[in-house]
């Protein structure tokens, strides 16, 4: 009786070991990325800290805009629909003022969401994948990501350029206010493709996926520039 009382609780202490030992941490991340930490700037732990925190700042700031922007467009609507309830009438504005305001949330909150990692991922397939696979699939997926923004990027700003030409008819801004949003989220896209690729990934997955980046950048170049 005395021997089976002693084991007791070091099978009870063991349990407890292997539950925090497999509880998921507070930063855990999407289950396509690999764990934080494995990156090529990671090495360096001051530029890393650097880096990111201005990464941060750049997030908290696009986020205080989102914020401002989906205020805006439900103070527009919200008084739109009280002043047609009380004379009759609408904003003839409104119409300018919710496609600069949507334009914000969709792009600006878009490029956001995709840091955040609180966009849509479908594992079925990566999900019977050995985990080497699977970091190497996100990488990939990353790596892809970055070379669609940069490629867009660049195509959109004769779109901005156009855009400058022209103003909205009631408010009489300029069209570039409206598409602004849009260049402004691929470029951030495109900074937080670079950040994933760089202190998320591991080393060998990173020198992989760049040389792809430059094969598909020169071949689009080619393209743009005969």
Same mark, same amino acid.
């Given at each position: =009786?005395? &021997?089976?009382?002693?084991?007791?609780? $070091?099978?009870?202490? $063991?349990?407890?070991?292997?539950?925090?030992? $497999?509880?998921?941490?507070? %930063?855990?991340?999407?289950?396509?990325?690999?764990?934080?930490?494995? *990156?090529?700037?990671?090495?360096?732990?001051?530029?890393?800290?650097?880096?990111?925190?201005?990464?941060?700042?750049?997030?908290?700031?696009?986020?205080?805009?989102?914020?401002?922007?989906?205020? *805006? $467009?439900?103070?527009?609507?919200?008084?739109?629909?009280?002043?047609? /309830?009380?004379?009759?009438?609408? !904003?003839?504005? &409104?119409?300018?003022? &919710?496609?600069?305001?949507?334009?914000?949330?969709?792009?600006?909150?878009?490029?956001?969401?995709?840091?955040?990692?609180?966009?849509?991922?479908?594992?079925?397939?990566?999900? @019977?994948?050995?985990?080497?696979?699977?970091?190497?699939?996100?990488?990939?997926?990353?790596?892809?990501?970055?070379?669609?923004?940069?490629?867009?990027?660049?195509? &959109?700003?004769?779109? /901005?350029?156009?855009?400058?030409?022209?103003?909205?008819?009631? !408010?009489?801004?300029? %069209?570039?206010?409206?598409?602004?949003? /849009? %260049?402004? *989220?691929?470029?951030?896209?495109?900074? /937080?493709?670079?950040?994933?690729?760089? @202190?998320?990934?591991?080393?060998?997955?990173? *020198?992989?996926?760049?040389? =792809?980046?430059?094969?598909?950048?020169?071949?689009?170049?080619?393209?743009? @520039?005969?």
């Amino acid at each position: =009786l005395s &021997s089976s009382r002693s084991k007791r609780p $070091e099978r009870g202490r $063991e349990a407890v070991v292997t539950v925090a030992d $497999e509880a998921p941490g507070p %930063n855990a991340h999407h289950a396509l990325a690999p764990d934080s930490g494995r *990156g090529i700037v990671w090495r360096s732990k001051a530029l890393a800290k650097v880096v990111r925190r201005a990464l941060d700042l750049i997030d908290i700031a696009g986020r205080v805009v989102v914020v401002a922007a989906l205020i *805006g $467009e439900l103070s527009v609507v919200l008084t739109d629909i009280s002043i047609r /309830f009380i004379s009759s009438e609408s !904003l003839l504005w &409104s119409d300018e003022a &919710s496609k600069l305001c949507l334009t914000t949330v969709a792009f600006l909150g878009g490029a956001l969401a995709y840091r955040a990692r609180h966009h849509t991922a479908i594992q079925f397939v990566t999900r @019977f994948f050995a985990p080497g696979a699977r970091d190497a699939t996100a990488a990939a997926v990353d790596a892809f990501i970055l070379c669609a923004a940069l490629i867009t990027l660049w195509v &959109s700003f004769d779109l /901005f350029k156009v855009a400058l030409t022209a103003y909205t008819p009631i !408010l009489q801004i300029s %069209n570039a206010w409206i598409v602004l949003p /849009f %260049n402004v *989220g691929l470029g951030l896209i495109a900074i /937080f493709a670079v950040e994933r690729l760089l @202190f998320e990934h591991s080393a060998r997955h990173t *020198g992989m996926m760049l040389p =792809l980046v430059a094969a598909i950048a020169a071949i689009v170049a080619a393209g743009l @520039f005969p």
